[in-house]
């Protein structure tokens, strides 16, 4: 994810966002999803021009409901709460005024398929509260993030004054403890210009930490290695298992997972997912900043030692 933050401004950013300065929708914004009208998309190629196709004459999402866009977690947070489940299999359309950028689709949670585009998950309060909006359900695909019209998106979202960066994350050492245990590092960077909360595995212990991910895996040489050890069940979050990560810093965390089977040396390609926390409709707003929702997905090449 390219970083687009001002550091020369952060001292700035910190002590307004102590004070309770609000940088939400501080700009003209102008981004809606629009319903695309029954029988306008064809489902087996919904590679449509978005300028011929007709739209329900009222928005789903007004700009005026929009609080700001995530761009690490690809999240809508909203002011208010919005219904899903009634649009399942529905097309959608997000505008910047007039202007079309992106052909999304209400996506059914019994469908055995993710779209490779952007998809809302047509089930209220399920992966989400009612007040975000993910557009990428699940897991996003990072593709997508560099396709022209996600980038016109982005530069749509950044002129409203709705866009702030969220987090990254990054996976800086993967270490064979034993042939059956992995340890890994990952470095949780907040790009934002307000604190950010997130879940943090030293506080929360591993074995909870694992039951909101699977940790690393990974595959060398066309063989696929995951973990198989059981997790702690944990649907409940504490107040304390969260790090409050303010604008510019990060931190680092050393986790183990075992229950892998003979692990390999060498380069490797990995998977990651560094998830967000599940929390009730507006719980995700701090008196000094958010908690950070989705699942930030990263995957490249590594050594193992």
Known sequence: MKKIFLFFLLPLFISCIDEGVDFRNTGDNNIRIYIVKDGEVDNSQPNEDLESLELESTPWLKS???????????????????????????????????????????????????????????????????????????????????????????????????????????????????????????????????????????KMGEGRFHYYTNGVSFRKDNVSYYSQSESISSPEIRSNWYYKLVPGKSITRTISRGGFSDLPSGNVHFYFSFPGANVDAGEWKKADGRIWLGNKYIEGDISLN
């Open 64 to 202: 005026s409901e929009i609080e700001f866009y995530d761009w690490s977690s690809h999240i809508f947070y909203l002011n208010t709460k919005k219904e899903k489940g009634q649009y399942s299999g529905n097309y959608f359309v997000i505008k910047d005024g007039d202007t079309p950028l992106l052909l999304g689709v209400f996506f059914a949670v019994y469908w055995s398929f993710m779209p490779q585009f952007p998809s809302i998950v047509a089930h209220d309060d399920f992966f989400y509260p009612q007040d975000v909006i993910g557009l990428g359900g699940i897991n996003f695909s990072s593709a997508v993030d560099t396709s022209a019209n996600f980038q016109n998106f982005r530069e749509a979202l950044e002129s409203s004054g709705i866009l702030h960066e969220g987090i990254d994350v990054e996976l800086t050492k993967l270490k064979k403890k034993n042939a059956t245990t992995l340890e890994y590092s990952i470095r949780i960077t907040n790009n934002d210009i307000e604190s950010i909360y997130v879940l943090d595995p030293s």
